[in-house]
């Protein structure tokens, strides 16, 4: 198998998983039904964890375009590959969708809520906030990735590094994913919203696109910087990198701040 079918399969199983578990919660009469946000991160960190030990010695098991921007920029993967691990990415995350949609076929039409159908595919803020909802995902994104590296640092049990990583995800869901679900993966999120735009969910309604963004570029740059922080922080090795990503981090809280200002104003007038 290639590096870009592993992509494909391991995003696919995580989706399944991690998407799977807000299916069994979100939607009536499932036995699973109401089991709570502990069931959900529990569900998409072991997810993670059997994802990467299905292709991780495939591809290396990167399952989110974060990752693979992050290893980019720390030196450690080609550029060149970026693209195609990229679009294996969003292609196993929709697929992983539309096999959620299947097993939960009959589940679509008993529930009401067109929320709790998006929820399945997709995160949304708990606060809309476009400034807060991006330092979310961004601060995220950026533990995630700084302790991923940190964790490869490390010397554990042969075998042992995907299951340390599933806990990661499992800590982060825990204490840092109630505000906006935490994404901090653009393809967990693109994907999944696709396939709720183009499959005939029973009542549906919106795909949401207006914060759909949020979660693809803050992770994005969240897990950029972790790389670049990680180099000259923990490694001691400094590079122009690390001013260019911090600079356009900047740029983009600032240009997010600025959007939120307009979004609050708009909001006023109207009341």
Not at 79 to 88: D, E, F, G, L, T
Not at 151 to 167: D, K, Q, S, W, Y
Not at 242 to 267: G, H
Request: charged share 5%; proline share 4%.
């Amino acid at each position: 198998m290639t590096a870009f079918w592993g992509e494909v399969i391991g995003t696919m199983i995580l989706i399944v998983f991690g998407g799977g578990v807000c299916a069994g919660v979100s939607l009536k009469k499932s036995f699973a039904h109401q089991s709570g946000w502990i069931v959900i991160t529990m569900g998409w960190g072991f997810g993670v964890a059997m994802a990467v030990y299905a292709v991780g010695g495939i591809s290396g098991a990167h399952l989110n375009p974060a990752v693979t921007f992050a290893l980019a920029f720390s030196g450690s993967f080609e550029w060149s590959q970026v693209p195609s691990y990229i679009v294996a990415q969003l292609l196993g995350a929709f697929l992983g969708a539309v096999l959620v949609y299947l097993q939960y076929l009959p589940h679509w039409e008993e529930t009401e809520d067109p929320g709790a159908k998006l929820s399945v595919f997709s995160t949304s803020p708990a606060i809309p906030n476009y400034f807060a909802n991006f330092i979310s995902e961004a601060l995220g994104t950026f533990i995630f990735v700084l302790t991923l590296l940190a964790i490869g640092a490390n010397t554990f049990t042969e075998g042992l590094n995907p299951l340390i990583v599933g806990f990661l995800v499992v800590a982060i869901g825990l204490s840092l994913g109630g505000t906006t679900g935490y994404a901090i993966n653009p393809a967990r999120d693109l994907g999944p919203r696709l396939a709720h735009f183009v499959l005939p969910i029973a009542g549906k309604g919106s795909s949401n696109w207006k914060y759909a963004w949020i979660p693809v570029v803050a992770p994005l740059a969240g897990g950029s910087f972790a790389a670049v922080f990680y180099n000259y922080v923990f490694k001691g090795t400094m590079s122009t990198a690390f001013w260019y990503v911090a600079a356009a981090l900047v740029f983009m809280l600032c240009v997010v701040y600025a959007m939120t200002k307009k979004q609050s104003a708009q909001r006023s007038a109207v009341y």
